[in-house]
């Protein structure tokens, strides 16, 4: 059994402010192979495509997962089946669909769990919160604790996010690509379909759109700018870099118990922990395979940050997280498994209980913020 | 012993996503980032989420302390955004839908969200409110915040994670904390928002307004904070911008220039030009006392030989020559004198230079010998180009007046030892130390002439006897006055850059070394 007080130096006031992994990657087919960026839509000034800042032929950074995309990646951990047991896994079943709080966007607070039957639990719980008790919101939701969260549709409890994870790439070279879409089968000439005698100008251009192309009877060539981008070259490395933030764990409590304040931190502590230890797949999207680069002296870093600045060398492996984890959620008593059913009539009376408007222009109206 | 309070952020990625007042990414942060986020921390350190008792006291002290000097890592602001698409909380709309057996996706309702964050070259930004009265209850509140300022975890959005701490450090710290040095400045348009009496009440006021902003009866709107001031910023590393006054030199009873030859005239247009400020000046009420500082550029008395310099708060005429295109090349070469600026190169003159604008314009210039009017002086437009030629940014400076060193160059006699018989290793060495000696002394010329240290420590700088400008002589042929002979003169380039060695745009009028404030050191913009 793993000894819960290991780590609790980090859960004291004078302890390290924050642990950061900084994890050297490459692409799976080496150093100089060629990896393929998140792609961001076009509008308000930007152009779309890639984010890369600075000079594009020389120093420059190009993000490759952002902190939210990473987040999503890291957070359904607890759903599988070595984790599972660490957290409640509570279900929200509408029809015949059901979710998972952990893949909730807005975690606890989202609006599809508070028209369940859980709705009092959790606003009891946030506004526990809001005068200084965490205790009961961890019991339900604790990866809320962990990944942050914000009841944005009642009591406007927040609490922040206690790991963030990035990665990016340096000194990227853009690379572009064309292709072309080749039919089966040359549908004119073989004679099975016949063009439209209009489709084409005194000049022998096509006029406007080719009816076939839409449904992939004609060769089409990818020439939109939106549609060329081949990859990049990271000439400057790729690196993950992953927080886990100890000082805002520290601002939990059990309210002014202090013995319960322990056993709190020191469970969330954990979950962070087996998070923050986690490599999530290095599978990110189709042409981004990312591995360690095993060049570097340390492909891995894992360093205590104080408040002074101070960076010591530090190891917490992830199996070691998930024992430390399992013996903190022991001693915590995690809550219990629950499956709820969607209520509809407490969705209604939740709308018209906020003046009759529909949730989606209210939503849109105060942008109640973001998923992870 | 002055010290300060410092309270010192590290961000834990290279990134800031705060925005400023001009919703671009702010950097460094502002002063009232700062303190929300110590109000926050305070809160949440002491568990009192919804009304702040403990640390109330300090923080407000804190809000009545001076706008704090700011020395932050130096950061690149990303020039274009991305964009996010992150679902609304309407999954009751969606699980709605599934109830029904509809099909519905919470992909159908995403707000977007624009990213613009600011790279920064490294992880710290301090900020340092002086040490004013050294009282126990100052050091008390100072101790509060000290232990408020470790539990500071977010700095701007919630994905800037950081680690803070606080500390009384001596003037000689200070001094020895690396990025580059904002200061508070009345006249700077970079402003920062900061904290006022009363501040912490607003947030508090907020906060509740926050919790209370979906009732019953429906949404109500959180207001806005008011309770802040804003503070002008300025980076060492930028120059102030001078207010001036320009005018065109025409001919009597004309509006044809009246040229004046650079290398032999230019002290003597300056000359004129001080006349005509001094008699103007006694005429509209100016004591002789002023008149004798802030136009004569003396500080003694009439009754005292010795001259007693005033400093930088006087009037500089800088008079212009033109750089014409000539030639079918359209090469910019420096030609005769045709305009005047009228300037200052300390603070806090726009007054004195809005009178020279009123007063002097179509005055008269007199020979100071013959005592007849040779030229008038027109009001010209600061926006001329043969104005600009002068006083727009650029990084790239170089003189058409040669600059008179602020001291000996060669004190120990090296150029005599130069011609003895000596080997290349000594030659080597007394080159060496006259070229640093040179080199020292127009750094020191830089900062004489107002710029920061900062700015006079990492400008790049070429010196000779022949001009950079196509037009100019060479530097020893310039006339000055008797007492600026025995001085050495160069032409001089400067390259103005910051600590990493990227271009800095400085703006114009630039005018070093000995004679300065009569237009010789003068610089054109080179870009």
């Given amino acids: 059994m793993s000894d819960v007080t290991q780590f609790d130096g980090y859960l004291k006031d004078d302890g390290p402010a924050a642990l950061v992994i900084r994890e050297h990657l490459m692409p799976v087919e080496g150093p100089d192979g060629v990896l393929f960026p998140a792609t961001f839509a076009a509008g308000d000034g930007f152009p779309g495509g890639y984010n890369i800042d600075g000079d594009p032929n020389g120093t420059n950074v190009c993000l490759i997962d952002s902190v939210g995309s990473q987040a999503n990646r890291i957070e359904p951990l607890f759903a599988k089946e070595k984790y599972r047991d660490l957290v409640p896994q509570i279900i929200i079943k509408a029809g015949k669909r059901e979710v998972s709080l952990l893949d909730a966007g807005h975690r606890a607070g989202d609006a599809i769990v508070r028209c369940s039957e859980l709705q009092q639990t959790l606003q009891d719980a946030f506004k526990q919160v809001l005068n200084g008790n965490a205790e009961s919101l961890a019991k339900i939701a604790p990866t809320s604790l962990v990944f942050g969260v914000w009841d944005s549709r009642d009591t406007q409890a927040k609490l922040p996010r206690l790991i963030a994870s990035t990665i990016r790439a340096f000194d990227v070279r853009k690379l572009t690509r064309h292709a072309q879409f080749i039919p089966a089968v040359d549908y004119v000439r073989e004679g099975i379909l016949d063009e439209p005698e209009d489709l084409k100008d005194a000049e022998g251009k096509i006029k406007g759109k080719h009816p076939f192309a839409q449904r992939g009877f004609t060769h089409i060539p990818v020439t939109k700018s939106e549609n060329v981008h081949g990859g990049v070259l990271a000439t400057g490395g790729v690196r993950r870099d992953a927080t886990l933030g100890l000082a805002a764990l520290r601002l939990l409590f059990a309210g002014k118990d202090e013995t319960k304040t322990l056993l709190l931190r020191r469970y969330i502590l954990g979950l962070g922990l087996t998070a923050f230890t986690y490599s999530p797949t290095g599978y990110l999207r189709q042409g981004c395979l990312l591995v360690l680069d095993p060049s570097k002296e340390k492909p891995r870093e894992f360093v205590e940050v104080w408040p002074t600045g101070e960076r010591r060398p530090a190891t917490v492996t992830g199996e070691a997280a998930l024992e430390y984890t399992r013996a903190t959620a022991k001693e915590f008593v995690v809550g219990e498994n629950t499956t709820v059913e969607f209520d509809k009539e407490r969705a209604r009376r939740d709308v018209t209980a906020q003046g009759g408007n529909t949730t989606g222009r209210r939503a849109k109206k105060v942008k109640v913020g973001e998923s992870s | ?527």
């Fill in chain 2, 1 to 527: 012993m002055p010290a300060h309070f410092c309270v010192t952020v590290r961000f834990l990625q290279p990134l800031s996503h705060g925005r400023g007042d001009d919703d671009e990414p702010e950097w460094p942060p502002s002063p009232l980032r700062l303190f929300q986020a110590l109000v926050a921390a305070s809160a949440a350190r002491w568990n009192e989420r919804k009304e702040l008792r403990r640390a109330l006291p300090a923080l407000r002290w804190l809000e009545m302390q001076p706008p704090p000097l700011i020395i932050a890592a130096p950061a690149e602001r990303s020039p274009v955004k991305y964009r996010l698409y992150v679902p609304d909380n309407v999954g009751d709309k969606v699980g709605g839908s599934w109830a029904r057996g509809g099909s519905a996706s919470i992909a159908d309702y995403r707000t977007e969200k624009n990213v613009r964050s600011a790279h920064l070259t490294s992880d710290a930004v301090h900020f340092l409110y002086p040490i004013g009265d050294d009282d126990r209850v100052s050091a008390e509140h100072r101790q509060t915040l000290s232990a408020a300022t470790r539990s500071i975890t977010h700095l701007g959005w919630g994905i800037d994670m950081v680690a803070a701490s606080a500390s009384v450090i001596s003037e000689d710290e200070a001094t020895g904390l690396s990025g580059e040095r904002w200061q508070p400045e009345v006249d700077s348009a970079n402003t920062r928002r900061a904290p006022l009496a009363g501040t912490v009440h607003a947030l508090m006021e907020r906060h509740g307004a926050f919790l209370n902003r979906i009732a019953t009866d429906g949404f109500r709107p959180v207001p806005s904070l008011s309770a802040f001031r804003l503070v002008g910023y300025r980076r060492t590393t930028e120059a102030m911008t001078r207010p001036f006054v320009a005018f065109s030199i025409l001919r009597m009873d004309t509006d044809v220039f009246r040229a004046f030859d650079t290398v032999n005239q230019s002290r003597r247009v300056a000359g004129m030009m001080r006349g005509i400020a001094s008699s103007v000046a006694r005429s509209t009420g100016w004591s002789e006392e002023a008149i004798n500082t802030f136009i004569l550029g003396h500080g003694e008395s009439r009754e005292e030989t010795k001259h007693q310099p005033v400093g930088p708060r006087r009037f500089a005429f800088l008079p212009l020559p033109s750089i014409e295109v000539r030639g079918a090349g359209k090469q910019a070469v420096v030609g005769s004198i045709r305009r005047v600026i009228v300037t200052t190169f300390g603070d806090g003159c726009e007054s004195q230079v809005d009178w020279a604008r009123l007063a002097m314009s179509n005055q008269a210039l007199t020979d100071e010998g013959s005592k007849e009017p040779v030229a008038v002086l027109s009001l010209t437009g600061e926006t001329e180009r043969a104005i600009r030629n002068y006083t727009r940014r650029s990084s790239r400076w170089a003189t058409v007046t040669p600059v008179v060193l602020p001291g000996y160059d060669d004190p120990a006699h090296y150029r005599r030892r130069l011609n003895d018989k000596i080997d290349g290793q000594e030659k080597i060495r007394l080159l060496t130390a006259l070229n640093d000696r040179i080199d020292r002394l127009l750094r020191k010329a830089i900062v004489q002439s107002g710029f920061s240290a900062t700015l006079a420590e990492h400008v790049e700088i070429e010196w000779r006897k022949v001009g950079f400008w196509p037009g100019t002589d060479l530097a020893g042929r310039y006339r000055v006055a008797d007492y600026l002979r025995r001085f050495t003169r160069y032409h001089v380039r400067l390259r103005w850059r910051d600590a990493r060695g990227g271009a800095v745009d400085v703006p114009g009028p630039i005018c070093l070394g000995g004679g300065r404030f009569c237009g010789m050191g003068l610089f054109a913009a080179e870009e």
